[in-house]
Structures are given as C-alpha cells and as structure tokens.
T-cell receptor, first 112, second 118 residues
C-alpha cells in the first residue's frame, strides 16, 4: 500500500495548456518534496515544502502543501514540451526514520 | 564530476547468481540510500545508511544487503537473484538538514542501474 497516492498517473496535453498533479495521503508528513525524472536518469529535486498551506513558485510551476500536511499539488501553467517527464512527490515521515517515501508518480507528456 | 555515480549502468544475469552494484558520492553527504524502481516507475526505499545507523525497509528480502566500506560508498549486494528482482536500482545521497522536527535534505540520485534477471 502506497502512503502517497498521485493523480493522474498519466497525462498527455498540448503545449500551452495548464495542468495540476495531486499528491494525497492519509498520513501527515513533516515535509514534502517534488522531484522530476527524465528517461535514463535519476529524479531531480524541484521543491521542498515544510509548512502547512505553504505555496512555492518555480517559474511556471506552483507547488502547494495542504493545510493539514497530508496532501500537495503541483500546477503547471502554459506547459511546454520540455516539461515532459515523470513527476514524483515524496514525503518525510518522522515515524519512519525520516526516510523519504515516494508516490507512484505522474507521467506527463506535453505535445508541441 | 558526477555527484553520485553507480556502476554498472546495465546488468544482465541468470537467476540464482549473486551480483553487486557499486555507488560512490563525492558530495560529502552523511547519508546514502538505495531505491528500487519497478516497471511501473514506483520508487521504493530499500535502505538508508549513515555512519551511525542502518535503516532497512522491512519488506526488503534478506538476499539484499548494503555494504559501506566508507562514508562515500554504499554498495548493494544481491544473493540468489530472482526474476522479480529485475528493476532499476538507484543510489542516492543526502545531507540531513534539520528544520524543526523534519529532515528537508535534498536527495541526489545516481543515473540508475538496470538489472535484468533471466
């Protein structure tokens, strides 16, 4: 059973469209990170959120941590083909030795 | 210079064999990890290790064992390989960054080692 559920699992959109990826859990996380992974490579960190309700922006990407620290969202505005990749949320659970637990991922394809 | 490097990148072997994957990090981090990514891209923690503590995910079979000759290296040894062990194995490292009660340290991943068991 995954602690973190991501939705949608797959998303194929046209360049210029907006999208939102969700990361949900029944557990409370002390912090949450979003990573992006491209084929043949390891995941790369995009952002870390710590405080409930926190919003962080990274160019066209907006990340939000839920007030209760159980969920998070990633919104991409005006998606570009370069945004194509696997997006992974990962939560730190203090009861699990502070290890990072990953969600199942969202595969995004942005068509030109 | 590659921050986290793992070898080999590809490994094809027969069932029942024993194999190792090596990992080195030159970031001076205090903690290293092994993750397994299956065909559905689910990334699952296997081990977390620093010079003080080894944390093992209880779902990992004891055929898998991490070996750390020093702080910059964490190798993964697998005994009696099974078909279900086929996956991409990622090594990662981080420096624990305490912010309040949580660790916000970023994970730096290697490029992965694709293991195929025939």
């Amino acid at each position: 059973t995954q602690l973190l559920e991501q939705s949608p699992q797959f998303l194929s959109i046209q360049e210029g469209e907006n999208l939102t990826v969700y990361c949900n859990s029944s557990s409370v996380f002390s912090s949450l990170q979003w990573y992006r992974q491209e084929p043949g490579e390891g995941p790369v960190l995009l952002v870390t959120v710590v405080t409930g309700g926190e919003v962080k922006k990274l160019k066209r990407l907006t990340f939000q941590f839920g007030d209760a620290r159980k969920d998070s969202s990633l919104h991409i505005t005006a998606a570009q083909p370069g945004d194509t990749g696997l997006y992974l949320c990962a939560g730190v659970n203090n009861t699990a030795g502070n290890m990072l637990t990953f969600g199942g991922g969202t595969r995004l394809m942005v068509k030109p | 210079d590659t921050a986290v490097s793992q070898t080999p990148k590809y490994l094809v072997t027969q069932m029942g064999n024993d194999k190792s994957i090596k990992c080195e990090q030159n970031l001076g981090h205090d903690t290293m990890y092994w993750y397994k990514q299956d065909s559905k891209k689910f990334l699952k923690i296997m081990f977390s290790y620093n010079n003080k503590e080894l944390i093992i995910n209880e779902t990992v079979p004891n055929r898998f064992s991490p070996k750390s000759p020093d702080k910059a290296h964490l190798n993964l040894h697998i005994n009696s390989l099974e078909l279900g062990d086929s996956a991409v194995y990622f090594c990662a490292s981080s420096q624990v960054v305490r912010k309040g009660r949580t660790n916000t340290g970023e994970l730096f991943f290697g490029e992965g080692s694709r293991l195929t068991v025939l």
